[in-house]
């Protein structure tokens, strides 16, 4: 049985759920945020700690795990009780997941809770890819004013990105991009730079950025090459809807270079940000473990949904033959 930890209106789901289908694999999907449909869970140590997934539906033997479930951007609510229960019951649901890591902790998952966990860390990133051979940005993590003007003063031409460390969306819904920040900028902003550090990395002059998505080995990248003039030059998710896109042939030794830094990241799936500057360096950006990817399945045809769908299946295989 493989077990899939997500959300059943994922389109990503339900492309993967699709190819599980054609293989013939047998699969539950366990979705904390919709009841109805599989969002009801009972382990229960009167029946041996049996558990029960859905309309009472024993999962016995699991042989594969894909841990999808992307945390929901909660929004407060008009009243403030709601919003702590749904903190609330987010944090119980946490208490279950993390049970069940623990009781298939050595079955084979798309990914490993633990490594996914580590690898969102941005500055474990950079640490570890520099020390994997990865030209990384010059980078300072603080909330510091003074630290980071100086920062800023030190690399040219005196401007630099500004990053958060978690993913972050205002009650409208908008979400927080890169964006380019000076010294001006930052002594008009310590007050609001003060209250949490944030990633600020000298600005690289670019040919192009390069989007590398990886499944076990199988490597998929795109050429991500936005209007110089747009907002989506400087982060190219403000534009991800636009025709940006194109399949890239990576070099070989730069492929065998990103495969050796999944296989230490402990990760199956990684999707990866490069840019290549003005003297052809591939320049390490960051990756995401938890990456969407089905906008340029469905652009470029590549068939990154089957290739996990594959690796969830010949793990199955592979115990029922051993």
Not at 234 to 247: A, L, N, P, V
């Amino acid at each position: 049985m493989i077990l899939i930890v997500g959300g059943y209106l994922d389109p990503h789901v339900t492309s993967v759920t699709s190819h599980l289908e054609k293989l013939g694999a047998e699969f539950i999907i366990l979705d904390r945020f919709d009841f109805e449909k599989s969002g009801s869970i009972a382990i229960s140590f009167a029946q041996n700690a049996a558990l029960h997934l859905g309309a009472g539906r024993h999962l016995t033997e699991v042989s594969s795990i894909w841990w999808r479930q992307k945390p929901p951007f909660i929004v407060p609510s008009e009243k403030i009780s709601e919003y702590y229960d749904t903190i609330f019951a987010t944090q119980e649901w946490n208490h279950i997941q993390r049970y069940l890591e623990y009781k298939y902790r050595n079955v084979y998952s798309i990914n490993n809770p633990s490594a996914t966990l580590m690898v969102h860390n941005k500055i474990y990133q950079l640490e570890i890819a520099s020390e994997a051979g990865f030209i990384i940005p010059k980078s300072i993590f603080s909330n510091n004013p003074k630290q980071i003007d100086a920062f800023v003063l030190s690399i040219e031409p005196e401007k630099a990105i500004f990053k958060t460390l978690t993913a972050y969306m205002n009650p409208t819904g908008l979400l927080t991009y890169t964006t380019i920040v000076d010294r001006s900028m930052i002594n008009n902003k310590k007050g609001s730079i003060a209250l949490a550090p944030g990633i600020y990395q000298e600005y690289s002059k670019k040919k192009f950025e390069v989007r590398v998505t990886v499944v076990g080995i199988e490597v998929f990248a795109v050429k991500i090459n936005p209007p110089v003039d747009s907002d989506a030059s400087i982060d190219w998710r403000s534009g991800i809807t636009e025709d940006i896109y194109e399949k890239y042939e990576l070099p070989t030794n730069v492929k065998s270079q990103i495969l050796e830094l999944h296989a230490r990241f402990g990760l199956v799936y990684g999707a990866y940000d490069f840019i290549l500057d003005e003297n052809d360096n591939f320049i390490f950006l960051e990756v995401n473990p938890s990456g969407q990817w089905l906008w340029l399945e469905r652009r470029l045809n590549m068939p990154i949904s089957y290739n996990i769908a594959n690796l969830l299946v010949e793990t199955r295989e592979k115990e029922i033959h051993s």
